[in-house]
């Protein structure tokens, strides 16, 4: 059965840091993973999808790496902002059933 | 700008009573897909439906039932609403073609919270 980790659950960073968020998947054979972001009360945003073919994503400031063979991705933010602050969720794609990771709840610091 | 579209943002209802969700996609998406999400446990997966008429069970489907007679309305439906289902409810589409297809991408609603007393 397919499992998604994020840790850590929560992070706070001052702002214009570089930071990492990890998803860690225990089954490799994924069709894709998808990067959420969730503001509070709000439903999930897309920011990158990865191809299971595909090494890594990019847009704007955010970068998605994928390693399906150690079944890990992360979240690359780059010159993190105070709006940047959210829950950012992984969910990986398998026989058309997505199963997402809890989140990491991310605070950037003013 | 496409979109998916949850009727109602907030929710009361009483132990017992009938509750409708509906979501609405203007994007012709073929997939639909209703998820509740609860502090701690993350997004679960109650029904989704690949096609018209079509349902499937997801992980959580007890107490839930489903309706899509069009392509762009997939309803949830609590027969007899109980307060642990009090939740955040999220309804998703895509693209998906069917099984084995890499490209979909889901695009979520706003939400819908559900309190029952």
């Known amino acids: 059965k397919q499992e998604v980790t994020q840790i850590p659950a929560a992070l706070s960073v001052p702002e214009g840091e570089n930071l990492v968020l990890n998803c860690s998947f225990t089954d490799s054979a994924i069709y894709n993973l998808q990067w959420f972001r969730q503001d509070p009360g709000k439903g999930l945003t897309s920011l990158l999808l990865i191809q299971s073919s595909q090494r890594e994503q990019t847009s704007g400031r955010l970068n998605a790496s994928l390693d399906k063979s150690s079944g890990r991705s992360t979240l690359y933010i780059a010159a993190s902002q105070p709006g940047d602050s959210a829950t950012y969720l992984c969910a990986v794609n398998r026989d058309d059933k997505i199963i997402f990771g809890k989140g990491t709840r991310l605070h950037i610091l003013p | 700008d496409v979109k998916v579209t949850q009727s109602s943002r907030y929710l009361v209802k009483r132990t017992g009573e009938k509750v409708f969700l509906e979501c609405v996609q203007d994007m012709d998406h073929e997939n639909m897909f209703w998820y509740r999400q609860d502090p701690g446990l993350g997004l679960r997966l109650i029904y989704f439906?690949?096609?018209?008429?079509?349902?499937e069970k997801g992980d959580i489907p007890e107490g839930y039932s489903v309706s899509r007679e069009k392509k762009e309305r997939f309803s949830l439906i609590l027969e007899s609403a109980s307060t642990n289902q009090t939740s955040m409810y999220l309804c998703?589409?895509?693209?998906?073609?069917?099984?084995?297809?890499?490209?979909?991408?889901?695009?979520f609603g706003a939400g819908s919270r559900l309190t029952v007393l």
């Open positions: 998703a589409s895509s693209p998906l073609q069917g099984p084995g297809s890499g490209a979909n991408v889901l695009t």
């Open positions: 439906s690949y096609d018209v008429k079509m349902k």
